[in-house]
DNA sequence: TTGTAAGCGTTATCAA
DNA sequence: TTGATAACGCTTACAA
């Protein structure tokens, strides 16, 4: 026998009283004697009663669960998200139920399928980079399913998401290479498809253009899987193979950050004096590489807490969605270290 | 109106059948014309019929759900174990339920109650470094519950766990820096009362043992938080308040480690001339930190693999527990890298 | 080949 | 102050 397998039912035959009168006892309804509440609390007490939450959801059609649709748990963003809004939820009495996609869409889909038949309360979601087209959000959307997505939102009206100012953290980026007396920025930017990638790079060419200095195409080089050996390439390539050396570079994540590291290195460029690097995301190795690498921090635990409180407040209708037009929008902070630095202030 | 609210009784009442007909229709069961089968798969098309979930588990006591408590998400191991987790579960079709205790022993106790309260099948648990008893499984246990303990396992007779080979692969740190010419090796130990710490360390004194070499109690300092900050106080200790130097450190985890690379630094000792250094974890950033970081890698997605089918195997009655009589161990790999190389070979 | 009815554990409604 | 009953959506003997 399992534990808490002792139901209301059990508790009524035990003291010859009904189960409605349980049920009332063990919630501190009104007009229950005290004298049969202390009873009914005991004898649950002894049998190790413990509610059953799937009749709870069956009987209110409810599941105080809340599923979490990401592209990768292994990933220090989004770990920090999870950790945001597992903090969130459970200090509201929530689960959290999670899936992730491995950037593909048919696993989005699926992961999709099984949370709507579980019916959860709710989704949070950032999508994969398959994503192109958001039919199987916007169908939820207007049957009325709460939805909040974060990071990676996706281009629909009606849509409530919470984001980081991807623009902003870009051109503080950008502006504060050339503050250092760097001309020839490069960037090494994110996959086309997803919005982030294309703010950043929106950030970069205006801070480039605010300050006077001219947009090189090939200066752009997109690094759609954000690994090391990609920078590392690219940045070989931007050494190598152009006649205008970028004196720096900025990229779209830490890691391509990384293999651009890696590649001055090999080459003998010298970080911060003859290259200097920003990255993107503040991963935890940034301020112990050597040199430490500057990056745009974003918030993912608060990403985490927002999305989720509110979801859980479009769940218990504390928040009409339609009173939000538009993204909530998280800042960044750009940490300056050693790779970027090359005045003396 | 949402959307999958249509039951199988909407589908019954648009063909004038019984819902049995239906829920047997959609189950392909023997005994149904193919006629009716048909007629019902449509009209459950055209309805966006989704069978609810809650109700099967309602009927079946099964939740088809597995609840994993970890200590932390944001962690690479423990991200990486969710990801071998996830990976198994889905395929087998189970949904992951998701709590971080954040080392607490409080909130470990209160996810695994509203984990049964909401019928989980199964545990995957990992226990807080706060948790030094464990009535609170062995009870599980005693009813029955399937639970498969992960690196953290904890001290109970007949409980199912996975791990990794601690003790091995600290062996095989500790000879590779000895074998490096290292004789006077120190360990940033972990917290004493996890299991996986004790191991390390038995790793490490055995190792030196074995190879005539002498254990130095003042060379073993525990750093239980395994931060940066820990090991480079304990690292700085060991260079400068203690009489016999250390010309080695072997950590029991890579921040540590990264704590004592940053002391020797600033100390002005090279590495790994002057010291050499091991982590335990193998973090994303080993390969890219300077001097890249030699370390014990743990095979965190088998870790969740394995746990997770023999979970479900449990669950299943595919695997009797009781055929099970010592923990699955895994084997780790020693990463060798810069920090701890000396001799040309 | 199909229908009837009971039941999984809980709670809301109505009645006593 | 308490009890009987129905209902949430589904499956499954048992009957027809």
């Known amino acids: 026998m399992k534990i808490g397998q002792a139901t209301i039912k059990d508790i009524a035959k035990e003291l010859n009283v009904s189960s409605s009168t349980v049920s009332r006892a063990l919630k501190d309804y009104p007009g229950i004697s005290d004298e049969t509440k202390r009873k009914v609390k005991e004898v649950a007490d002894k049998l190790n009663y413990r509610p059953n939450a799937i009749a709870l959801s069956l009987r209110k059609s409810r599941s ?12 220090f963003f989004f770990s920090t998200v999870i950790s945001g809004i597992e903090e ?93 007396g760097y001309t020839r920025i490069a960037h090494l930017a994110g996959p086309k498809n997803l919005n982030i990638s294309k703010e950043r790079e929106r950030g970069y060419r205006e801070a480039l ?24 390439k690219a940045t070989e390539y931007l050494i190598k193979k152009i006649n205008l050396k970028p004196d720096a570079i900025f990229a ?40 430490s690498l500057s990056s745009v921090s974003q918030p993912g635990f608060k990403i985490g807490e927002k999305a989720t409180s509110m979801l859980l407040d479009m769940i218990e209708k504390k928040l009409d969605p339609d009173t939000i037009t538009a993204p909530i929008v998280l800042e960044t902070e750009l940490l300056i270290r050693k790779s970027s630095v090359r005045l003396s202030s």
């Open 64 to 75: 105080f669960t809340i599923g979490v649709i990401i592209p990768e748990v292994v990933h």
């Open 88 to 180: 969130v939820a459970s200090s509201r009495g929530y689960n959290v139920i999670l899936t992730q996609t491995n950037e593909s869409l048919a696993r989005e889909k699926s992961s999709l399928d099984t949370m709507l038949s579980n019916q959860i309360d709710g989704f949070l979601i950032s999508f994969s980079k398959e994503t192109t087209d958001f039919d199987h959000f916007s169908k939820l959307l207007d049957y009325g399913y709460p939805i909040v997505f974060f990071d990676r939102i996706p281009d629909i009206p009606n849509a409530i998401s919470v984001m980081i100012d991807d623009y902003q953290g870009a051109y503080n980026a950008t502006s504060h290479l050339i503050e250092q």
């Open 209 to 232: 253009i605010n300050h006077g200095l001219k947009v090189y195409p090939e200066f752009i080089i997109e690094c759609p899987f954000g690994t090391n050996e990609e920078g590392f």
């Open 252 to 291: 779209n994540n830490d890691m391509a950050a990384v293999g651009a590291m890696l590649a001055c290195k090999a080459e003998g460029l010298k970080i911060p004096e003859e290259m200097g690097i920003v990255g993107f995301s503040n991963w935890q190795f940034c301020s112990i590489i050597e040199p």
